[in-house]
């Protein structure tokens, strides 16, 4: 369930960006519905850093942490940063807690279903359909989901420099199944596709699930995808009334329409991986902004960060985006 979040914060820059990016959208329904009275449920994982930091920047006191691994649930236990976060007696999967919650309708809720293991697709598509059913009028649903394309495999009875596409394509097919978002070929299997894809299963298990209550809709707001190591594909929406979305109150109200990462269309994610930097490249770089542009940057630093120039353009272009949320990695010498 989450197994990905025994990575260290500090080793993991992107999540970290997406992280903040998704507190900085809180902070945005904060301005419709009081977002420290919302109940946040997430795969808290041995550190549970997330619900240190939901608490710190939000307020929220009311927390649920869901693990199933018992050595975890152990460092759980001794790592236990806040009395106010809920880890269970005992590890439950995430299935068997979406089955006997209940969410109540005066209540609101902040779910993160942060998942890792790509051999598991099917069944997750099912919670996130299970889960859109259960929501109510401003809850907020996000999701984490592993798009590296390799996960999805390649016919070993082929070359190895063979394009792996069209099998990739088949076994998606088969994987998805209802959540099969429209016919694939060999263009929506691809490294740089794969998360759209993905993103499409994910908006498709959604709207199954709320399909049921005509008077809700579960709108997309943001989307993205960032690499840490392997592609990850991160989604939220929020349940609204009919009649919320028909008015756009509460993307006005809450000032999300002018939210320069607002995604409501969820054609295609936003890339948010930026480059790895030492302290004194990243300040020297800072040093450069607002004015200057990525290639004006490399060549002031006459070295890339990245693997070629591509690459590293493209990285830094992203970092001067989204610099407000990139964190500050530091080692401490006591």
Request: aromatic share 10%.
């Amino acid at each position: 369930m989450s197994s990905g979040s025994s990575i260290p914060y500090h080793l993991r820059h992107n999540k970290a960006v997406d992280r903040n990016l998704f507190v900085d959208l809180l902070t945005k329904v904060n301005n419709v519905k009081n977002i420290s009275d919302y109940t946040y449920i997430s795969f808290g994982g041995p550190y549970l850093e997330d619900f240190k930091v939901i608490n710190s920047a939000l307020k929220i006191k009311k927390m649920i942490s869901l693990e199933v691994d018992e050595n975890t649930h152990k460092r759980q236990k001794f790592n236990m940063p806040l009395s106010c976060i809920d880890i269970g007696k005992e590890p439950l999967c995430s299935g068997d807690f979406l089955d006997n919650y209940t969410f109540a309708k005066r209540k609101r809720h902040i779910v993160w279903l942060d998942y890792t293991d790509p051999a598991k697709i099917n069944e997750q598509l099912g919670e996130i359909e299970s889960i859109s059913n259960k929501l109510n009028p401003f809850d907020i649903l996000k999701i984490t989901m592993n798009a590296h394309a390799e996960t999805i495999g390649r016919d070993l009875t082929l070359p190895i420099n063979n394009d792996p596409r069209e099998y990739r394509a088949r076994k998606l097919e088969e994987t998805l199944g209802a959540y099969l978002p429209y016919p694939l070929n060999d263009n929506h299997s691809g490294s740089k596709t794969y998360p759209t894809t993905l993103l499409h299963a994910v908006k498709k298990a959604m709207r199954m699930g709320i399909s049921s209550r005509s008077d809700l809709v579960i709108e997309p707001v943001s989307a993205f995808i960032y690499a840490d190591g392997q592609t990850m594909l991160t989604a939220t929406a929020v349940v609204l009334k009919n009649e919320e979305v028909k008015i756009n109150r509460f993307f006005s109200k809450s000032r999300l329409s002018a939210w320069p990462f607002l995604n409501r269309d969820w054609e295609s994610p936003r890339n948010i991986t930026v480059p790895s930097m030492s302290l004194k490249e990243r300040l020297f770089i800072e040093s450069l902004l607002p004015h200057a542009s990525a290639q004006e940057i490399i060549d002031s630093m006459e070295f890339l960060l990245a693997d070629d120039h591509r690459s590293t353009t493209k990285q830094l272009k992203t970092f001067i985006e989204y610099q407000r949320a990139i964190p500050w990695f530091s080692k401490v010498v006591f």
